[in-house]
């Protein structure tokens, strides 16, 4: 694979376009497109849908800069895809259940040889809150079951579980393309 | 706190796991039934998050296109344009793709001479997708009466009562006081083998085991305290100390 993954991106400036339509663009096969998009949308650069490809805020942000895309590692940039993590199912739980607390997700998808699975849990919970994925539900009494939430109709975008890359502090949507950029401060405190 | 893989999972699991092996590719359905609250949902829901599968709970007011609407919402396809062609982008969507879909409260897809669910059979005929149909204990028989239906259903599941074996796992797992052997007997007892029973119970022991500051609870300590509610017969289900708890856990 030759690795143009800026000129994709550029490919892309005007408008969604379908994968055939980049790859007339820029004279590639639509193989070598399809292997130059697929890094792209992994780094949230690129959203694509039934094969038609746009840029996300952040592809946005790398055209304008004309920042040098690589197709290497992400060094800590790229969104999790993994269907089997800890989070993509509790992304998957969330959308099931109508309420959910940390301890309901953990019963639910702990088998216990997950390593600090309420931290990481935790983390992901809070990071998606304050991306505003989640209302609030009204706490009946404090105890083990803790804060209970609810993914909103806006906030259940799709399958695809969106990626919280704590190391930048922003939420990633594989679903919409958007970026939520939530900070850190937030969540050094609390465990 | 962590999932507790009861015996009820263990045989989901290896009917599950059948039904993916199964010969006939057009017969993909697995039925699931049990009385309420005796943990299908929690045991659906894990497999469900594990496999990727497509989760629907079906609502008294479900129509075959209500439904097509909901399955393209969770697979995240535009569920727009006639029911027809929503029906074609679905099946070209999905079909192949090897993702399972649930339908919990399956109940509400037999009005209407089961159209919903004959819709789905359709879907799951074209698709050659596994669907796995969750419902109380009556569903079996309701939906008995459809043959070309039945036909297609590979496993069936009933989800009995949890054993003792389990409800002390899942005391263990869950509480956060410890529950002597005889206490979890206790337990079984009281919730008649019914999680979500089970859970309430344990609730309960907490808030009294924190009211008197204890960190251990035995069977004595609670007798004759109400700890859940026959709401059928309107009588409360108190700790007591049988014989048979109190030589088990000896």
Same mark, same amino acid.
């Given at each position: 694979?030759?690795?143009?993954?800026l000129?994709?991106l550029a490919?892309?400036?005007?408008?969604p376009?379908?994968t055939?339509?980049?790859?007339?663009?820029?004279?590639?096969?639509?193989a070598?497109t399809?292997?130059?998009?697929?890094?792209?949308?992994a780094?949230g650069?690129?959203?694509?849908?039934?094969?038609?490809h746009?840029?996300t805020?952040?592809?946005?942000?790398?055209l304008?800069?004309r920042r040098?895309?690589t197709?290497g590692?992400?060094m800590?940039?790229a969104?999790t895809?993994?269907?089997?993590?800890?989070?993509?199912?509790a992304?998957?739980a969330?959308?099931?259940?109508?309420a959910?607390s940390?301890d309901d997700?953990m019963?639910l998808?702990?088998d216990?040889?997950?390593k600090?699975a309420?931290?990481?849990?935790g983390g992901?919970?809070r990071?998606l809150a304050?991306?505003?994925?989640f209302?609030?539900m009204?706490?009946q009494?404090?105890?083990?079951?803790?804060e209970?939430?609810?993914?909103?109709?806006a906030?259940?975008?799709?399958?695809?579980?969106?990626?919280w890359?704590?190391?930048r502090?922003?939420?990633i949507?594989q679903?919409?393309?958007?970026?939520?950029?939530?900070?850190?401060r937030?969540f050094?405190?609390r465990r | 706190?962590?999932?507790?893989? #009861?015996?009820n999972?263990?045989?989901?699991?290896q009917?599950a796991?059948?039904?993916?092996?199964?010969g006939?590719?057009e017969?993909?359905m697995?039925?699931? &039934?049990?009385l309420?609250?005796?943990?299908?949902?929690?045991v659906v829901?894990?497999?469900? #998050?594990?496999?990727?599968?497509l989760?629907?709970?079906a609502?008294?007011?479900?129509?075959?296109? &209500?439904f097509?609407v909901e399955?393209a919402k969770?697979?995240?396809?535009d569920? &727009?344009?006639?029911?027809s062609?929503?029906?074609?982008?679905?099946?070209?969507?999905?079909a192949?793709s090897?993702?399972?879909l649930v339908?919990?409260?399956?109940?509400?897809?037999?009005p209407?001479?089961?159209?919903?669910?004959?819709k789905?059979?359709?879907?799951?005929?074209r698709?050659e997708?596994t669907v796995?149909?969750?419902g109380?204990?009556?569903i079996?028989?309701?939906v008995?009466r459809y043959q070309?239906?039945?036909s297609?259903?590979?496993?069936?599941v009933?989800?009995?009562?949890?054993?003792?074996?389990?409800?002390?796992?899942v005391?263990?797992?869950?509480?956060e006081i410890?529950?002597?052997q005889a206490?979890?007997?206790?337990?079984h007892?009281?919730?008649?083998?019914?999680?979500?029973?089970?859970l309430?119970?344990?609730a309960?022991?907490?808030?009294?085991a924190e009211?008197?500051g204890?960190n251990q609870?035995?069977v004595?300590?609670l007798?004759?305290?109400?700890l859940? &509610?026959?709401?059928?017969?309107?009588t409360?289900?108190t700790?007591?100390r049988s014989?048979?708890s109190?030589?088990?856990a000896?």
């Amino acid at each position: 694979m030759t690795w143009r993954g800026l000129s994709v991106l550029a490919a892309l400036r005007d408008g969604p376009k379908l994968t055939r339509q980049i790859a007339a663009d820029l004279g590639m096969s639509s193989a070598n497109t399809r292997a130059n998009l697929a890094p792209l949308a992994a780094r949230g650069l690129v959203r694509s849908r039934e094969g038609c490809h746009q840029l996300t805020r952040e592809g946005l942000e790398v055209l304008a800069a004309r920042r040098e895309v690589t197709s290497g590692p992400g060094m800590g940039k790229a969104v999790t895809h993994h269907r089997g993590t800890l989070r993509a199912r509790a992304w998957r739980a969330m959308r099931i259940r109508d309420a959910f607390s940390l301890d309901d997700l953990m019963l639910l998808l702990c088998d216990g040889g997950e390593k600090d699975a309420a931290g990481n849990l935790g983390g992901y919970i809070r990071a998606l809150a304050a991306a505003g994925y989640f209302a609030p539900m009204r706490r009946q009494h404090a105890g083990r079951h803790g804060e209970r939430w609810r993914l909103t109709l806006a906030g259940n975008t799709g399958p695809e579980a969106p990626a919280w890359n704590k190391a930048r502090g922003v939420v990633i949507d594989q679903n919409t393309g958007r970026t939520f950029a939530i900070g850190r401060r937030h969540f050094a405190a609390r465990r | 706190m962590r999932f507790v893989k #009861t015996e009820n999972y263990v045989r989901f699991s290896q009917a599950a796991h059948a039904v993916e092996q199964r010969g006939a590719a057009e017969a993909g359905m697995m039925l699931v &039934y049990g009385l309420p609250g005796s943990g299908k949902s929690h045991v659906v829901s894990n497999w469900a #998050t594990k496999v990727g599968a497509l989760y629907l709970r079906a609502n008294v007011d479900w129509t075959p296109r &209500y439904f097509l609407v909901e399955l393209a919402k969770v697979a995240g396809i535009d569920p &727009y344009g006639p029911s027809s062609q929503l029906f074609s982008v679905l099946r070209d969507r999905l079909a192949g793709s090897l993702t399972p879909l649930v339908i919990d409260e399956a109940e509400f897809t037999l009005p209407n001479n089961a159209a919903v669910l004959e819709k789905i059979r359709d879907f799951s005929d074209r698709s050659e997708m596994t669907v796995v149909l969750v419902g109380m204990e009556r569903i079996r028989s309701k939906v008995a009466r459809y043959q070309q239906i039945f036909s297609r259903i590979a496993q069936v599941v009933e989800f009995k009562p949890a054993s003792p074996v389990d409800v002390g796992h899942v005391c263990d797992e869950l509480a956060e006081i410890e529950m002597t052997q005889a206490l979890k007997l206790e337990v079984h007892r009281l919730s008649s083998g019914r999680m979500r029973e089970v859970l309430n119970i344990i609730a309960n022991i907490e808030r009294i085991a924190e009211t008197n500051g204890l960190n251990q609870v035995d069977v004595a300590q609670l007798e004759g305290t109400v700890l859940s &509610y026959n709401w059928e017969t309107c009588t409360p289900k108190t700790v007591r100390r049988s014989a048979k708890s109190t030589a088990r856990a000896h």
